[in-house]
Structures are given as structure tokens and as C-alpha cells.
């Protein structure tokens, strides 16, 4: 387990892992900001983000089903447990049993999808939406690509396990980029944290994920910040999203490769923290 790692049990019986950091002065009332990460990242993913975000709020960081240490089912003994509404009402009972109301929501890569699908079907409880090197679907040529050679995107996860997709992932440009020291290993290690057929039942459910109906819908601030080297996403498909979301604000990242909230953090947590000042 990480430090400072906690757990909710949802109706259904099912667990979310997560954690909370919040370093805003006590007396002063303050906002939430929920990280997300996206396929195969966890709570870990976002520790260079809390110093800087939670002096001003209060940051909650958690784990997707079927990554990290939230609940991990077989899709095939529960397919319940990987519908989109189920995933949704998991995310709404995390702030409603930590008793906060509203949220700064940051999805990154494919929870940007979550949150926009969240932003256009429960605006009353965004304060605002930040989506990061996040693709609206995943097209059949993407599928294919991250299939790596194998039947589909699930089928890799499991017959290869989450270590051995991760290892052949991070060869391909645009995914895994950071040239950081020892960056690659650790990334490795923590993709492995999460079990393979969690990964691979989540991969089933994102094959049916598509936020493109629910652009139109979002009336909340949103802002997108888009890689310009992303396996998964192109600065045009980005600026496709932006004109369907009313008044929402494009960044565009110069990163290595997809994971520009790594490789480029802080120039992504310098747009997110200009977009949030601007709102207030």
C-alpha cells in the first residue's frame, strides 16, 4: 500500500482506493480537485502533482476500477461491475461518502472520457472539467495498436499480464516518453501493480466507451490540454473536441509522447492552475 492510502466500500460491495492530501491552511475555506489518471495508471502516477496543487486545494487521487488497489472483479463473473453508469456511481459515492459537494475534475487520457460523459450528465457536481491527452473513443486502428499483436486490447492484457503489456507498450513512440533517470522502470512497476485481468475487464468496457454525444451537453468550464506527440490523440482531434464543448479552452502541449502530465508537468500544471484562477 502507498502512505496515506484509504478505501470506500460502495453499495454494490465493490472498493475504491484513494488518496487525499490537503496542505490549504485550515482556516481558509477550499475547493477539491479530483485526479483520474487513465489505462493502467493509479494514485502514484500523480504524486509530482499534489505539491504543487494541494497548498490551494484539497486533492483527491484515486484508483480506477481494476487498477491499483481499488476492487478488481472478472468482467466474465461480473459484468455489472463495468458498465459505464456503475463506473459513474462509483465516482459520485466517493465524494458523496467524503461529503464533498463539488470538484475540479482532471481526467487524464481515457478519463477524460469519464469526465466528460460526468460534465454533461451531472454538471451539479463540477465546479469545472480538465481533460489531458484525452481521445473521445478508441477507434479500431487504436484498438489495434494497443492490442500489440494480439487478438484485441483485452486479450493483450491478459495473455500477457499487466507487466508484460506494459513492457511492450512502452517500446512504441508517443506512449511512455520520459527520458527522466530511472523513470521507465518505476512506470513499469507500478503499471504491474494493477492485476491483468483487471486491466483486461476494463479494456472490455472502454472498447464500448464513446464521450463524442455528450460534447454538446457540457456546460461547465472545461479546459483541454493536448499533446502534440500522443500515440492516442492529435492536436486536430483535440481541437474537434474543443468545438463542441461551449467556451472551453485549448493548451497545446509540445510533450515527448502521450503522457504530457510526466513529461511536461509543469507546463500542464501551470495551464490548469491559470484556467482555475480564471474561474474564480
Known sequence: ??????????????????????????????????????????????AHWVPVLSRRYNVIRRDLKGHGYSSAPSISAKPEAYTLDNILSEILDTLDQLDIAKVHFFGESTSGMLGE????????????????????????????????????FPAACRNLGSRGWAEKLRSFPGTMASTEPGYADWWL?????????GLASYAEFLETLDSRPSLKDIKVPTLLLAPTRSAATTVDAQKEIQAQIAGSKLVVVDGKGHEIYVDSAEECQKALMEFLDGLS
Do not use: N
Open 1 to 46: 500500500m502507498f502512505p496515506h492510502s484509504q478505501f470506500i466500500t460502495h453499495p454494490s460491495g465493490e472498493i475504491t482506493h484513494y488518496i487525499a492530501d490537503d496542505f490549504t491552511p485550515p482556516y481558509l475555506p477550499r475547493e477539491t480537485i479530483l485526479l483520474q489518471g487513465g489505462f493502467g495508471r493509479h494514485t502514484a502516477f500523480f
Open 117 to 152: 460523459i460526468l460534465a454533461a450528465r451531472h454538471p451539479d457536481r463540477l465546479l469545472s472539467l480538465t481533460v489531458c491527452s484525452s481521445p473521445t473513443h478508441l477507434p479500431p486502428p487504436t484498438l489495434k495498436f494497443l492490442a500489440l499483436g494480439e487478438e484485441s
Open 189 to 197: 512497476d507500478q503499471v504491474a501493480l494493477s492485476p491483468g485481468e
